[in-house]
């Protein structure tokens, strides 16, 4: 651990036991500020000097994305969440995006990390949340942990919202590809009105240069491999593959292409989510944790450095 002044409070520093594999996690929203593989960086950076830009890694619970006007309802009562996004009038990622988190337990290739949802305007429950980060050789592996210390059901999402890049390559030249079959409309508050399948614009299940792409769409009706993963790739001209795949209970992702990520010309998210925005309001996606009662839930990112001969 790194502890100085910094905007995202102390820095946990992770090698795997073969020390090819590097990551960095962050005190405030839990955040994963770096991934490198054989020195590769597979997780775009920032100055440390700065908050983290654009969610950039951080964990959002109890709700991932928006929440229209910051207003919900539960049993016939009306909740107003306070507005984190002036710009759109919502509720915005959750609660626990600037908090910082406690360190609950820490090794040279892992580090877990833990925050309380507490009772507050707008949400009224009590959760406990922890985040653990591990690497193993090429991969890094992400485990969320969610528990209702409150004694009324607690109505929760969680989504994450890392950067991906493969960094010795031009982020516009990498071909993503994602499972999704069908996708979110939203309106001028980027607040779901409908779910319709891909059209020629966001269907990237055959592939598709990140260069020519201008998304900030949700996606649903993922499939699933075998082994019960979804999986979302990027891949290199010359084959190398960095995967991000998600367990049971991310069944939606968020694709996000910005030319405002410092230091980049061009940025790409990949955040898988339980829910997609809104739920609060919809109930899609929404998990109801009884009392005493815990949710986990898994993601993961894999790096294939085998190159097309």
């Not at 994305?65 to 759109?88: C, D, H, K, M, S």
């Not at 795949?245 to 990949?270: H, K």
């Not at 005493?292 to 790096?303: F, I, K, M, P, V």
Request: proline share 7%.
């Amino acid at each position: 651990m790194t502890s100085v002044h910094l905007p995202t409070g102390d820095q946990y520093h992770l090698r795997s036991a073969d020390g090819r594999a590097t990551a960095e996690i962050v005190q405030v929203g839990a955040a994963l500020r770096a991934f490198t593989v054989d020195g590769v960086d597979l997780v775009a950076r920032y100055p440390l000097d700065s908050p983290a830009p654009a969610a950039s890694g951080t964990v959002l619970v109890p709700w991932p994305n928006r929440v229209r006007g910051g207003v919900w309802t539960q049993g016939g009562q009306t909740r107003r969440l306070a507005i984190t996004e002036p710009a759109t009038g919502n509720a915005s990622h959750g609660l626990l995006r600037f908090m910082p988190y406690t360190l609950a337990a820490e090794s040279p290739t892992a580090v877990t990390l833990s925050a309380p949802v507490v009772p507050q305007t707008g949400y009224p429950f009590h959760l406990g949340t922890s985040v653990t980060y591990s690497l193993d050789e090429t991969a890094l592996t992400v485990s969320h942990a969610i528990t209702n210390l409150g004694d009324d059901e607690a109505p929760v999402a969680l989504g994450t919202h890392p950067y991906l890049c493969i960094d010795d390559v031009d982020t516009a030249d990498l071909v993503l590809r994602s499972s999704g079959s069908t996708r979110f409309v939203v309106d001028e508050q980027k607040i779901p009105v409908g779910q319709v399948a891909v059209d020629a614009a966001t269907d990237l299940r055959s592939g598709r240069r990140v260069g020519e792409l201008d998304l900030d769409t949700a996606f649903g009706d993922l499939v699933r491999d075998d082994d019960g993963r979804v999986r979302t790739t990027l891949t290199a001209p010359d084959g190398r593959t960095l995967t991000l795949w998600q367990g049971e209970g991310f069944d939606y992702v968020q694709i996000f292409t910005t030319d405002r990520y410092p230091g980049r010309p061009l940025a790409l998210a990949v955040e898988p989510m339980t829910a997609p925005a809104d739920a609060l309001n919809s109930g899609r996606g929404l998990r109801r944790l009884a009392p005493g009662e815990t949710w986990e839930l898994h993601w993961g990112l894999a790096y294939d450095t085998t190159r097309e001969s």
